[in-house]
């Protein structure tokens, strides 16, 4: 059972290169999330899907793009990279509110 | 915005000793997250409780809706329960997605 898979596990820019962050989930959950981590702070939502076809922007929207592909799949990108998005990425999923939450391992990005 | 707050913030222990986190936010919730990440690992779900107590292993973990408080046991703690502990809620007004506290960083020393 892969749970929640995200890919790549690491991954260095350069400043002003683009890129997706891919995550998928085998577990049928409606509701899926990207998650930014940083030093000293709490995770912090970037976007979430509540279900296939909806995307909305969460606490640290700026920078960034998703797309719910379909109901496995959520995807971020960054457009133009910038070295304040260097972090450790997290995506998850749930089956909603209330409910408990699968995390990916993380995907630790370097903007240079 | 529900804002989390734990403590402590770092925590250093003998093996076998009897452990407690603490996590207070500031705005009524249904559902309460505890979390463990392992260093430059993943995020693992350890429980999710809307009242009362729960336990796995040696682990305990409680919440008082009323005081908007929660706290993590970990009884005869080994080494290897050293990791982070995070403490996250539903972020309320409308908005879905976790709020997290900053964790607790807990290291038990052999």
């Known amino acids: 059972n892969a749970g929640v898979t995200q890919t790549p596990k690491f991954q260095v820019l350069k400043t002003g290169q683009s890129m997706t962050l891919q995550c998928a989930q085998d577990m049928n959950h409606n509701s899926m999330y990207w998650y930014r981590q940083d030093p000293g702070m709490g995770l912090r939502l970037i976007y979430y899907s509540a279900s296939e076809g909806t995307t909305d922007k969460g606490e640290v929207p700026n920078g960034y793009n998703v797309s719910r592909l379909n109901k496995r799949e959520f995807s971020l990108r960054l457009e133009s990279a910038a070295p304040s998005q260097t972090s450790v990425y997290f995506c998850?999923?749930?089956?909603?509110?209330?409910?408990?939450?699968?995390f990916g391992q993380g995907t630790r990005l370097t903007v240079v | 915005k529900n804002e989390v707050e734990q403590s402590p913030q770092n925590l250093t222990a003998q093996e076998g000793e009897f452990i407690t986190i603490n996590c207070s936010y500031s705005?009524?919730?249904?559902?309460l997250h505890w979390l463990q990440q392992h260093p430059g690992g993943g995020i693992v779900s350890l429980f999710m409780?809307?009242?009362g107590k729960k336990k796995h292993g040696r682990l305990i973990a409680t919440i008082n809706i009323q005081e908007k408080h929660s706290s993590l046991h970990i009884t005869a703690s080994h080494p290897r329960d050293s990791a982070v502990y995070i403490c996250a809620v539903y972020a309320g007004g409308g908005a879905d997605g976790l709020t997290f506290g900053k964790g607790t960083h807990l290291i038990i020393q052999p």
């Open positions: 998850a999923s749930s089956g909603g509110r209330n409910t408990e939450a699968f």
């Open positions: 409780l809307s009242s």
């Open positions: 705005v009524g919730i249904s559902a």
